[in-house]
């Protein structure tokens, strides 16, 4: 590990004078190396600080060969500058990051669930425990300590040991970082946990302010616990009240009759949706009937609005009635321009070959079988199409 920097030493620290002492340019980012640092580069599960240097956007730190890179949104001078750390996407990122440590420790000692990774996202972060499974009960147990914890105040406090004195003190770690040398950095939350981490963390675990677990989901023979805390848990709620209040303005219940409204709703959509279906299936009936009641030998309707499974209907409605003529439909819904042959009960006409000519003719393709051809194509060139029907037809 190398000399502590600013963000280990001082993590309250928002604002630092430092040297560009590196600077260039990777896959056309700049970045710069400074010689000293109050940006947290990505790692351990916690997402990288973002800020100003000079006056330039830090928007991604990383590690890269032991220097930490500061990619910028322009190129800086090698020389002096001011650090300035977005101090809220930091403290949020303290919030989160500590209250894991807290989750971890309680979950360890109290529940036996080891915790395998950690992920702090941009809205909600999550642990992963070796634990089958886990009952409302265990969690609501777990968040009852872990707020208790969060009442005690406990002190949180880091130091670096030689690695050889690691071995004689209680720490829990999940492994330090592939090709790690020298001395080891420590965190412990007084009285509970001691634990090996290069991140940022709070002062006392009353910081985190609360946690809140938000639901578990199974991963790998593990479970996967999701949670929020600090800020987040605030922010949350107030969404939630907003959320609830368009959804009581809307649905004239209140909070608790909210669910069993909107599934309510959900039968007289089902229901309506079935009445529609049904009104559509006898308009389309009529509609055949009463173009095979016409007694041409091509008979024709357009149905702005209507889809390919209302044309079918038609046709197929069609092919049931006793007439010796054809019948040449067209619909467009939501853009999709559709047509239909069908060929009636007394017809000898085969719509297959006819077909195959329409959709050449309006630029489309289709398919049929038996008394029935459909397609999709242009209708600009309808009226080309009925007349090479009726050409076709003799009529
Ligand atoms: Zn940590």
Known sequence: MSAPRAFEREPYLTELSVRVVESGTDGGRPWAVLDDTLFYPEGGGQPADHGLLGGVQVLDVQSVGGALRHFLSAPVSEGPAVARLDWGRRFDHMQQHTAQHLLTAVAADRLGWETTAFHLGPETCDIELAAASITPADLFRLEEVVASEVRAARPVTHRRVPREEMASLPVRTRGLPEGHEGDVRLVAIEGIDLNTCGGTHLRATSEIEALKLLGTERLRGGTRLFFVAGGRVRRRLGSHEERSGRLRALLGAPDAGLAEAVEAKLVQLSDAQKACRAAEEELADAKAEALAAAGVPVAQAHFDGRDLAFLQR??????????????????????????????????????????????????????????????????????????LLRERLGA
């Open 314 to 387: 038609v046709g197929k409605r069609f092919t049931a009635l006793p007439v010796p003529g054809i019948v040449f439909v067209t619909g467009v819904r939501e853009g999709v321009e559709a047509f239909l042959l069908a060929a009636g009960g007394a017809s000898s006409a085969d719509v297959r070959v006819l077909g195959a000519a329409v959709a050449e003719a309006v630029g489309g393709r289709g398919g049929g079988s038996g008394k029935l051809y459909q397609g999709k194509g242009s209708l600009a060139a309808r009226d080309g199409a009925l007349a």
